[in-house]
C-alpha cells in the first residue's frame, strides 16, 4: 500500500523568504499531484508531475519529481501571504485506481 | 459547466440514522471518487469508481456504500450514522484514472453524527 507522507506538517514564514515542501512516498510511482486548499474551501489541482525529473512552475511555486528517490518537491520562492493554504501532495496506487493524499502541509506567510 | 456539485452542503444526524450524500460532474468524467478529511489526517480515499457500474473500496470503506449507475453521479450512502463518521466528505473527478489527469473536486459536505 503506498504512503504518503509530508514534512513539515506546519510551516510560518516570512514574506519574501523561500522554503521548500517535501513530499515522500513509499512505492514505486511514475506520477505525483500537488493540491492547494484555502481554509473552508475545497481543494485545486496545482501540478501534475508525470515522470522522473519532471519540474513544474507557477508563479512562486515549482514543484519537482525525482522518482527513483520517491521524492517530490513544492518549492516557494519570494512568499507572498496569498500563498498561505494546506498543501497536499498525492500519489497513485500501482493500479493507478486509488490516488493516495499526504497529511498536508499548512502554510501560513506573515508580513 | 457547473464542473463536481455536492449536495447538502451542511448536515447533521443522529446516531443511528442513515443518509445519502449527492454527487454529480457534468464533465463526461470517468473516474469519480469519495474521500473524507479530518483533522490532521488529510484526505481519506472511501470509495472510487472507474465508471458507471464499476465501484472499489477506497482506504476507509466501512460503513459506506456506493454504487454508479450513470456516468454523472456517485452517491455515497451512509447505512447508520455513527460519531465517528463526522467529517467533511469530497467528492472528486477526472476524466479517467491512469491517464495524465487531475482531479477536480466538489465543494464538500460538512457532517456531524451526534
Known amino acids: 500500500e503506498l504512503k504518503v507522507e509530508q514534512n513539515p506538517l506546519f510551516l510560518s514564514m516570512q514574506e519574501g523568504k523561500n522554503y521548500t515542501i517535501y513530499c515522500n512516498y513509499s512505492?514505486?510511482?511514475?506520477?505525483l499531484y500537488w493540491y492547494r486548499q484555502d481554509p473552508g474551501k475545497s481543494l485545486e489541482s496545482l501540478f501534475v508531475?508525470?515522470?522522473?525529473?519532471a519540474v513544474k512552475q507557477e508563479g512562486r511555486l515549482m514543484a519537482s519529481l525525482d522518482t527513483k528517490a520517491r521524492l517530490s518537491t513544492l518549492h516557494i520562492t519570494a512568499a507572498v501571504h496569498d500563498l498561505s493554504a494546506t498543501y497536499f501532495c498525492?500519489?497513485?496506487?500501482?493500479?493507478?485506481?486509488?490516488?493516495?493524499f499526504g497529511p498536508g502541509t499548512s502554510l501560513s506567510v506573515i508580513p | 459547466n457547473a464542473g463536481v456539485t455536492q449536495t447538502p452542503k451542511f448536515q447533521v444526524l443522529k446516531t443511528g440514522q442513515s443518509m445519502t450524500l449527492q454527487c454529480a460532474q457534468d464533465?463526461?468524467?470517468?473516474?469519480m471518487s469519495w474521500y473524507r478529511q479530518d483533522p490532521g489526517m488529510g484526505l481519506r480515499l472511501i470509495h472510487y469508481?472507474?465508471?458507471?457500474?464499476?465501484?472499489d473500496q477506497g482506504e476507509v470503506p466501512n460503513g459506506y456504500n456506493v454504487s454508479r449507475s450513470t456516468t454523472e453521479d456517485f452517491p455515497l450512502r451512509l447505512l447508520s450514522a455513527a460519531p465517528s463518521q463526522t467529517s467533511v466528505y469530497f467528492c472528486?473527478?477526472?476524466?479517467?484514472?491512469?491517464?495524465?489527469?487531475?482531479?477536480?473536486f466538489g465543494p464538500g459536505t460538512r457532517l456531524t453524527v451526534l
Open positions: 472528486a473527478s477526472s476524466l479517467r484514472q491512469g491517464a495524465h489527469n487531475e482531479q477536480f
Open positions: 512505492t514505486t510511482s511514475d506520477r
Open positions: 508531475l508525470l515522470s522522473n525529473g
Open positions: 498525492a500519489g497513485p496506487q500501482t493500479s493507478y485506481d486509488k490516488v493516495i
Open positions: 464533465m463526461n468524467h470517468e473516474y
Open positions: 469508481s472507474v465508471g458507471a457500474g464499476i465501484t
